[in-house]
Nanobody, 126 residues
Framework: VQLQASGGGLVQPGGSLTLSCAAS????????MGWFRQAAGKERESVAS????????YYSDSVKGRFTISRDNAKNTVHLQMNNLKPWDTAVYYC????????????????????WGQGTQVTVSS
């Protein structure tokens, strides 16, 4: 599966952005999906994940209540709605597709994801 992320940019603190990831080349519903981020000088970290059917989600504590992950299996897309952005949300954001997993399973560790898109930069600054 090939993944193409988009939607990053510069936003002021408290603002919102929506990231999108378009998948191609395989059956999209076969994969749980996740968003990860990597700030300069730091390790890649989990942000949010969603099960194959979309019924189960995971959020890291740092984004819980502010970010929402969703997917549209008919359109082969996954989105990350980011509200009330903070300067420490600044990072390169990556979407990823998991390896084989159950319909309601929500993987969230980077090693559980075998396919990665290119990153999209999100900068939160005044």
């Amino acid at each position: 599966v090939q993944l193409q992320a988009s939607g990053g940019g510069l936003v002021q603190p408290g603002g919102s952005l929506t990231l999108s990831c378009a998948a191609s080349g395989s059956i999209f519903s076969a994969y749980a999906m996740g968003w990860f981020r990597q700030a300069a000088g730091k390790e890649r970290e989990s942000v949010a994940s969603i099960s194959r059917g979309g019924g189960s989600t995971y959020y890291s504590d740092s984004v819980k209540g502010r970010f929402t992950i969703s997917r549209d299996n008919a359109k082969n897309t996954v989105h990350l709605q980011m509200n009330n952005l903070k300067p420490w949300d600044t990072a390169v954001y990556y979407c990823a597709a998991s390896g084989p997993t159950g319909w309601n399973t929500v993987p969230y560790l980077p090693r559980e994801f075998g396919y990665w898109g290119q990153g999209t930069q999100v900068t939160v600054s005044s």
